[in-house]
């Protein structure tokens, strides 16, 4: 996320606090607290409704502790530059000020059937909310060691293959394999990130759009998009231009269209992973063996 003055701004002054809520707090949460004491205590010998009453109150009090650490989550992802590019596309335009918002003393605090909000562009907004943005919004280190290990693990195979022989010609490089490997790290991690940030030291996914066969038979109307004009057929086959591919990764990374995402995401790995492994290894196809190297891998398998 391409991080402004203001998020650091903010960001910096709740990390200085260590999270600390304000006094804007506070005040915004007395006018519930004070209604919740006052049920509480006109609840009277009515055990079951004092109970559900002093339930309440606790509740109040373990949110606050709640938010007090989100704050600090939220403000130290800004300040350590660990948010995706992913908040830079088109359709997450408003994330920002959505964090800005929550961040800043000057959005007012309310509560709202016993929960602690900020109202957040007419919305209110609760820590939750706030959860599940920031989980979407940082990038996916955990997915990207995970496949940083893959690619390590097929080069080293492909330099044990190679240290057997000059050329590799009996490469044991299970591709089939590694791509449920893939498979299994993308499903579990934050799509989001892995479409928009550089995960194995190359360009990110969203640059390579711009060259995949794989969306040719794919529609824009399918993703949710509008063809460009003077499109006739609303087909994804005409050359893109890199507005038209952040838009598109944006799309696939919405529900309901991450299942053709993990496909792509994982056929765009499996070919790096394959790449490492056959320049590690020096493996060469059939046709490209000289005759002896022919005559040796025939009778390898003729004598097993």
């Known amino acids: 996320m391409n991080i402004n003055e203001k998020n650091l701004d903010l960001a910096n002054e709740i990390i200085s606090k260590d999270g600390s809520l304000d006094e804007n707090f506070f005040e915004g949460v007395s006018e519930g607290v004070s209604q919740l004491q006052q049920n509480y205590l006109a609840a009277g010998q009515d055990k079951t409704t004092a109970s559900k009453e002093m339930a309440n109150l606790n509740g109040v009090v373990a949110q ?24 830079d596309s088109e359709h997450t335009k408003d994330h920002k000020e959505t964090f800005n918002s929550w961040m800043s003393k000057d959005t007012k605090v309310v509560m709202k059937d016993n929960k602690i909000g900020k109202m957040i562009n007419g919305k209110f907004t609760t820590e939750n909310d706030i959860d599940k943005l920031l989980n979407e919004s940082k990038k996916d280190f955990a997915s990207m060691t995970a496949l940083g290990e893959i690619v390590l693990n097929a080069t080293n195979l492909g330099k044990e293959d190679k240290g057997i022989k000059s050329k590799a010609i009996n490469n044991s490089f299970n591709e089939k394999q590694t791509r449920a490997q893939i498979m299994d790290v993308v499903k579990k991690g934050n799509i989001k990130s892995l479409m928009f940030d550089p995960v194995l030291d190359g360009a990110p ?29 609303g087909m994804i086959n005409e050359t893109l231009t890199s507005s038209d591919a952040r838009k598109i990764a944006s799309s696939l990374s919405e529900e309901g269209n991450q ?13 790096i992973v394959a790449q490492n492994n056959k320049e590690a290894s020096g493996s060469t196809s059939y046709k490209d063996m000289n005759n002896e190297e022919k005559t040796a891998l025939k009778n390898k398998y003729l004598n097993l």
Request: glycine share 4%; aromatic share 8%.
């Open 64 to 87: 606050t502790d709640s938010i007090k650490e989100t704050n600090k989550m939220l403000a130290q992802a800004i300040a350590d530059g660990d948010m995706s590019s992913w908040n």
């Open 205 to 233: 996914f969203v640059e390579e759009i711009l060259e995949m066969p794989e969306l040719k038979n794919v529609t824009y109307k399918s993703l949710g998009l509008t063809p460009p004009k003077n499109d006739d057929d």
């Open 259 to 271: 299942e053709l995402a993990s496909e792509l995401i994982t056929d765009y790995f499996t070919k």
